[in-house]
């Protein structure tokens, strides 16, 4: 029988993607649709006095005009940010609640920033809703703003929040603060730094959209938008909308990306759905490019001061943080939460660290709105740590690898019980940190470097052990169907958004069935075919959805024993399953898997079942990065000439897609430490990188080969020995490049420099040590 796990499988998404046949939101058309066009605030803080509606009203082919009055007239309520709903509240370290500020999705009385959505526009082409949008007056009485951290937070900030004194939404902390005290009392050193992460567009391949339909006669809406999961799309929508979940039937197209904050209900969506159900027509709505850049989440933004305590042998003692979270207007559907969950439990890495504390205060600036994005919290967490522990080598003249390898975990000491509350299951980071440089040829390196230097040129290696929490919603459901005509349908609660579902899931079931894949049709997306779901989001598809599939075929298999036993004249415990064929032991009586089902189908049943699964607790995958760059200290450019990643993502279903995985990500994090950044203009909120022509993605010539060694090592608290992979690329790559940097920069006196490695920003530092 073939084996499909572990096999490198190409995907059986991407012949119908690449040929054109991809269906995104944008090429969904109704019959009778009319078009939906935002009107944005241009301030980043003012007072709403008075949106004219009558003129644009009147306009040819304009159908409705919607404000937020309207939307809380029909009964329509804010997204809410959750920090006061169980099970995502949390308090202040005082006890106190956390700030609330929720967004209505049509601005009410205030815009807290440049973008927000203050009404929508229909009419029945989106050129005359762009025309009539144009029109449309909004009387906003201006209010002092403030875009920055240290202008948020000085005493004469205005504020954005009354409820919220100098906009502080929140401040909260974990691990014991006594013991880590002491801890840095005692050390023999004690090094400080503080880094910035700059604030991100996420930057989807494909913008936002939505189709929404509403049938007045059944009070039903039909919704097709992409999303990372349409069961919290629904319920999200139902909640605001204050409507009956089951009568919102949610279908998730072709996604173009995802990425974290995919996963919540924007603001147009219910403007969107309203419009629907005010009109009686179909409403599509879809984000221009130019808008998306201050309309769709943001991400990072952070300013974190960090402190590592050693002893007199250069054993890690402690670690502090404190961060300063610039969240924006408002706070973001879970946002919170997902941070709180996600930072703090990694703040100690891959190291023998003893003791830690984490602070964090959120503050309210006028700016976009900061959500998930791709390794939230545990990205940030990781930097942190591997800046510092190149901090603390430099201080102590040591290397910075040794310092590393004398600190790390060992195997032997595994199950690891860390300061931060987590119980790593197994790692041999040593391992994979020594395969990184020895990918890398770090022995070789000055040699490199020497060569680099008669061309004027510097040069740096940076390399990093890493630890990930792979998490998100613990439970999953899948449901799968043998048919008799010789197909297997799976449907899963999870959401595909690029990753290859339908390629894994279907390698998968076919491996568990002993089928071929090509009869495997895996389903997902659709809130009327898949009973309940999480979607995609914090490395949980394979370790929780796979495991809900497995679950599922091991009961459908069992159905199937009775049946076969039946058929064969056999008890049910003489029946094995193995290789398509329900055999009695010991004989070379079978029947076959489709043959079952076409008994089940003849008594008028279905070789069917339906589970719900489980995880108790996170895994951890892990790795090592490790790259070089090249420095041209005449223009700051920074060349990254090579990459090397290490990844232990437990058991790999496709390698080759387990690559694809890491290239992304890695791909993402270099866009992060090198070229992404986005500026506003401290003291009107405006946004200065709003387009592709000020805000720089990496582009393919950008990026060398990254060699990719998957080592895996399984997981012992699932039966698939899956740990996670979707955000491991980006899990310590940051702090590779930037440390790499650092190091060529170090001979002339550069000990620091924040994200992103911009030529001018690397330019300034070599300029101002004298080079």
């Known amino acids: 029988m073939t084996t499909y796990i572990g096999k490198p499988v190409r995907r059986v998404e991407d012949e119908r993607l690449i040929t054109g046949a991809g269906r995104y939101s ?198 097709e938008v992409g999303c990372q999961s349409a069961h919290w799309i629904r ?45 009686g027509r179909p409403v599509k709505w879809v984000c221009e490019r130019t808008e998306s850049f201050t309309s769709d989440m943001h991400a990072r933004s952070q300013r974190v001061s960090a402190a590592l305590a050693l002893d007199s042998d250069g054993n890690f003692l402690a670690v502090r943080l404190k961060v300063l979270w610039c969240h924006g207007g408002y706070l973001a559907p879970r946002s919170l939460y997902v941070l709180l969950n996600a930072m703090p439990p990694m703040v100690c890495g891959p190291y023998r660290i003893g003791h830690q504390h984490f602070t964090l205060e959120g503050v309210f600036t006028n700016t976009t709105p900061i959500a998930s994005y791709r390794g939230v919290g545990r990205s940030e967490a990781g930097y942190i740590l591997e800046r510092l522990v190149d901090a603390a080598a430099r201080e102590l003249d040591v290397d910075p690898v040794a310092l590393r390898r004398k600190n790390l975990i060992s195997p032997g000491e595994m199950p690891y019980a860390s300061a931060a509350g987590l119980l790593y299951e197994n790692a041999d980071f040593e ?38 929490t792979a998490g998100g919603a613990p439970d999953e459901y899948a449901d799968v169907l043998v048919a008799g005509n010789g197909t297997v349908r799976v449907a899963v609660g999870t959401q595909d958004f690029g990753m290859g579902h339908k390629t894994t899931y279907g390698q998968l079931a076919a491996d568990l069935l002993g089928v071929e894949p090509a009869e495997i049709d895996v389903i997902f997306g659709d809130t009327n075919l898949v009973a309940k ?86 895994a951890f995958p892990n790795g090592a990065h490790a790259c070089e760059v090249e420095i041209d200290p005449a223009t700051g450019h920074v060349t990254l000439v090579n990459f090397v990643t290490v990844i232990d993502p437990g058991v790999v279903l496709n390698p080759l897609l387990a690559e694809g995985q890491m290239h992304g990500g890695i791909a993402q994090a ?87 490695l911009t030529s001018e920003k690397v330019w300034r530092a070599l300029t101002s040590k004298g080079s």
Not at 250 to 267: L, N, Q, T
Not at 730 to 753: D, E, K, R, W, Y
Request: hydrophobic residues 45%; glycine residues 10%; proline residues 5%.
């Open 26 to 223: 944008a090429d969904i058309d109704l019959e009778n649709q009319a078009h939906a066009v935002m009107v944005r605030s241009p301030h980043a803080h003012a007072d709403i006095r008075e949106i004219e509606t009558e003129q644009v009203l009147a306009m040819p082919g304009v159908l409705a005009v919607v404000t937020g009055d309207d939307l809380v007239a029909a009964g329509i309520g804010p997204i809410p940010s959750f920090t006061r709903i169980a099970p995502y509240r949390f308090e202040n370290a005082d006890g106190t609640e956390m700030a609330d500020a929720s967004q209505y999705p049509l601005a009410r009385d205030r815009v807290r920033y440049v973008g927000e959505p203050v009404a929508l526009v229909l009419a029945e082409t989106v050129a005359l809703a762009r025309d009539a949008a144009e029109q449309l007056h909004v009387d906003y009485a201006e209010l002092d703003a403030v875009a920055g951290l240290d202008e948020a937070t000085a005493e004469t900030a205005p504020q954005l929040w009354p409820d919220s004194p100098g906009n502080r939404s929140c401040h909260w902390e974990t691990g014991d603060a006594s013991k880590t005290n002491a801890a840095f009392t005692d050390a023999a050193r004690v090094v400080d730094i503080e880094v910035t992460f700059p604030r991100r567009i996420i930057a989807y391949m494909e913008p936002r959209a939505i189709v929404a339909e509403y049938k007045a006669d059944t009070d039903h809406f039909t919704i």
């Open 235 to 279: 319920d999200g929508l139902a909640l605001v909308l204050n409507h009956p979940a089951d009568k919102i039937h949610v279908k998730v197209p072709d996604v173009g990306g995802g990425f974290g904050s995919r996963s919540i209900v924007a603001p147009e969506f219910v403007a969107a759905v309203h419009a629907a159900r005010l009109t």
């Open 431 to 468: 391992k994979h940190f020594d395969q990184a440089l020895e990918a890398l040829d770090a022995d070789g390196f000055a040699a490199r470097q020497s060569e680099a230097r008669t061309r004027g040129c510097l040069r740096g290696i940076g390399a990093v052990p890493y630890i990930q």
């Open 533 to 618: 779901g999480q979607g995609g989001h914090g490395s949980r598809s394979m370790r929780i959805g796979g495991n809900a599939i497995h679950k599922t075929i091991m009961a459908v298999t069992e159905k199937g024993r009775h049946i076969a036993g039946e058929k064969l004249e056999a008890a049910v415990g003489d029946i094995v399953f193995d290789g398509g064929l329900f055999r009695v032991e010991g004989t070379d009586r079978t029947v076959t898997l489709y043959d079952v089902a076409t008994l089940a189908e003849a008594r008028g049943e279905k070789l069917d079942a339906a589970e719900s699964y489980v995880v108790d607790g996170a």
């Open 670 to 756: 270099v866009g992060e430490a090198m070229f992404e950044n986005v500026v506003y203009d401290n003291g009107s909120g405006q946004l200065l990188s709003g387009s592709f022509m000020d805000y720089a993605l990496p582009h393919a010539d950008e990026l060398p080969w990254i060699e990719t060694h998957l080592s895996p090592r399984p997981s012992t608290a699932n039966v698939l020995g899956v740990k996670g992979i979707g955000e491991t690329g980006c899990m310590g790559s940051q702090a590779a490049i930037v440390n790499a940097a650092l190091q060529a920069m170090a001979p002339l006196g550069v000990t620091h420099i924040d994200m992103p």
